[in-house]
């Protein structure tokens, strides 16, 4: 059975910081494209960071420079270090893993981060 486990979000004032895990079981780790996305209220879920299976990454332009996705094949976790926080990064935060070559996507039930004073 896979599984994805959101953890590490929560409330934060503005400016400040926090940093998301995504543990993963069932999957052979090292072999999944990781990423995360976001959903806001009313919005449509949107990709804010991704990591390769070589470790490339790539970042949503709103995020670029604050925000850093990491990934650790030996623990099976990927991680979102985010830094300098906005109301605007206010959002339902979903771990994502996709294997490419088996058309295989999960996703975790996610995690909720608040921005605001």
């Known amino acids: 059975q896979v599984q994805l486990v959101e953890s590490g979000g929560g409330l934060v004032q503005p400016g400040g910081s926090l940093r998301l895990s995504c543990a993963a079981s069932g999957i052979i780790f090292s072999l999944n494209a990781m990423a995360w996305y976001r959903q806001a209220p009313g919005k449509e879920r949107e990709l804010v960071a991704a990591?390769?299976?070589?470790?490339?990454?790539n970042y949503a332009d709103s995020v670029r420079g604050r925000f850093t996705i990491s990934r650790n094949n030996a623990k099976n976790t990927v991680f979102l270090q985010m830094n300098d926080l906005t109301p605007e990064d206010t959002a339902v935060y979903y771990c994502?893993?996709?294997?490419?070559?088996?058309?295989?996507?999960?996703w975790g039930q996610g995690t909720q981060v608040t921005v605001s004073s």
């Open positions: 994502n893993a996709k294997r490419r070559l088996q058309n295989t996507e999960y």
């Open positions: 990591i390769s299976i070589s470790g490339s990454t």
